[in-house]
């Protein structure tokens, strides 16, 4: 059974920093692409980053690029998002979540969540 | 970069009802898109896949249709279970990606 665990959210400081975690296990994580996609309280989702296999391949919305780092260690099966410079409209459920090959999400974490206020 | 606008952003529905959400590409996207359905306080659950292929699983009362701009989710009959919000999802621009707003299904 495909499962995503993500970790490491909590509230911070406008300006602050954060490390987000997700262990993957019930597939071969070196496998698979792998993503960011996030959730203010009350909206849509957001898609924040994708990194491919191999980390040879990585993406930012322009709402994140400069401020976040994605990276993954697939000795560790485990996908972070490094977090800077964070402000209030970073608050959201984080979750990660697994490419289906090129194309779709097809599974998801149960999420973290980010607060950003003083 | 691809926006997708869905609609209606939500929808009132009695058990056994007809349901269709509609979700349109601000371009040509062929079959690159996904639908999810999201219950308060859960992740996303994928649905259909590739505009029209139902993901295993899930009940044959959901089917999913469309390509290039014009996509079309529906539920031939509304069990109760289905009281959720519904998203799509684009992917011909992969690796990266955009949601539509979501489509909030209640109880009539």
């Known amino acids: 059974e495909v499962q995503l665990v993500e970790s490491g959210g909590g509230l911070v400081q406008p300006g602050g920093s954060l490390r987000l975690s997700c262990a993957a296990s019930?597939?071969?994580?070196?496998?698979?692409?792998m993503n960011w996609v996030r959730q203010a309280p009350g909206k849509g989702l957001e898609w924040v980053s994708y990194?491919?296999?191999?980390?040879?391949?990585?993406y930012y919305a322009d709402s994140v690029k400069g401020r976040f780092t994605i990276s993954r260690d697939n000795a560790k099966n485990s996908l972070y998002l490094q977090m800077n410079s964070l402000r209030a409209e970073d608050t959201a459920v984080y979750y990660c979540?697994?490419?289906?090959?090129?194309?779709?999400?097809?599974?998801w974490g149960q999420g973290t969540l980010v607060t950003v206020s003083s | 970069a691809i926006q997708l606008t869905q609609s209606p952003s939500s929808l009132s529905a009695s058990v056994g009802d007809r349901v269709t959400i509609t979700c349109r590409a601000s371009?040509?996207?062929?079959?690159?898109l996904a639908w999810y359905q999201q219950k308060p306080g859960k992740a996303p659950k994928l649905l259909i896949y590739?505009?029209?292929s139902l993901e295993s699983g899930v009940p044959s009362r959901f089917s999913g249709s469309g390509s290039g701009t014009d996509f079309t989710l529906t539920i031939s009959s509304l069990q109760p279970e289905d009281f959720a919000t519904y998203y799509c999802?684009?992917?011909?621009?992969?690796?990266?990606?955009?949601f539509g707003g979501g489509t909030k299904v209640e109880i009539k």
């Open positions: 979540a697994r490419d289906r090959e090129v194309s779709q999400i097809d599974y």
């Open positions: 019930g597939f071969t994580f070196s496998s698979y692409s």
């Open positions: 990194i491919s296999s191999s980390s040879s391949t990585i």
């Open positions: 371009q040509g996207i062929s079959s690159a």
């Open positions: 590739d505009a029209s």
């Open positions: 999802q684009q992917f011909n621009s992969y690796p990266q990606k955009t």
